[in-house]
């Protein structure tokens, strides 16, 4: 009998161990994407605080810049957090190109294999690859934005930025693009790691219900956004200041930023 079948046949041929870092580093690109999809959801609502008035936005605005706790607004630590984002957005974008089509003949390959199959979630697949190729340029410049100017987030300042600044149609963009990446994230998120625990069926109804809502919620906040800055052009520049707050903000506002009135007194017995 040859001495390499008997090798193989008492197991004593060495095998290469398989690496596990494909599946850590698909962990890590999971985790990542989810984490950026659930504060794309809380900044959408942060953002979204205009269509309860400018002294509702401007309160969460001085709320993150430490107003409220520090005794005055510190704005780097918005840029604190942006720059903290735009780190995790750069990791998961590395992590997600291992991914994608490495030159146009595997591009061509891989659009005509989805073609033939005619299968839905490899064709959102192909979207995600779209949209998050537009981000990887859009989110980078938003978030550099938010890095090295984080004082002009406002009522006024933000919505100048819309609309006498021009902008407009690059947070249009970048609203599209991102709702539906995010949405297909977190749908194929749900698919591979089998939770929550509902049919497939039901996922993609799931998806497209909060991809139509946060669409939805995203373009009536750009018109309010682009409506206080059509009405402010004029005094483009200014910054919104509120002539009063609530009794319970005007508690944990710095001393002499705002008068104290106080509570109704109760009529005597």
């Known amino acids: 009998m040859p001495t390499s079948v008997f090798i193989v ?3 004593l041929v060495e095998h290469p161990r398989k690496s596990r870092w494909p599946a850590r580093l698909d962990l890590l690109q999971s985790g990542t994407g989810l984490a950026l999809a659930l504060f794309m959801w809380g900044h959408m609502f942060f953002v979204a605080s205009i269509l309860l008035g400018k002294t509702t936005m401007w309160s969460i605005t001085r709320m ?19 720059a903290g984002i735009l780190l995790l957005f750069v990791l998961h974008a590395l992590l997600a190109m291992r991914k994608f089509p490495g030159d146009y003949r595997q591009y061509r390959k891989m659009r005509a294999h989805v073609k033939a199959m005619r299968h839905e979630d490899s064709t959102l697949w192909i979207w995600q690859v779209y949209t998050g190729f537009a981000l990887f340029f859009l989110a980078s410049a938003h978030l550099y934005q938010m890095l090295a100017w984080p004082q002009n987030i406002g009522p006024y300042a933000s919505s100048d930025r ?15 693009a991102v709702e539906v990446h995010g949405g297909i994230g977190l749908y194929r998120l749900a698919m591979k790691w089998n939770w929550p625990k509902f ?8 998806k497209w219900a909060l991809t139509g809502f946060f669409l939805l919620l995203g ?3 750009l018109g309010a956004y682009m409506k206080i800055g059509f009405e402010h052009q004029a005094r483009y520049g200014e910054r919104y200041q509120p002539a009063d707050l609530p009794l319970w903000l005007q508690e944990l506002a710095p001393e002499g930023d705002f008068p104290r009135r106080n509570p109704p007194a109760e009529d005597a017995p």
């Open 64 to 82: 993150f810049e430490g107003y409220f706790f520090f005794g005055g607004a510190y704005p780097r630590l918005v840029s604190g957090v942006a």
């Open 199 to 206: 049919s497939r069926n039901f996922l993609k109804k799931l």
């Open 219 to 221: 373009l009536m906040t």
């Open 162 to 176: 819309m609309w006498s600044d021009g902008l407009w149609p690059f947070y249009l963009v970048m609203l599209l």
């Open 9 to 11: 046949q008492s197991d």
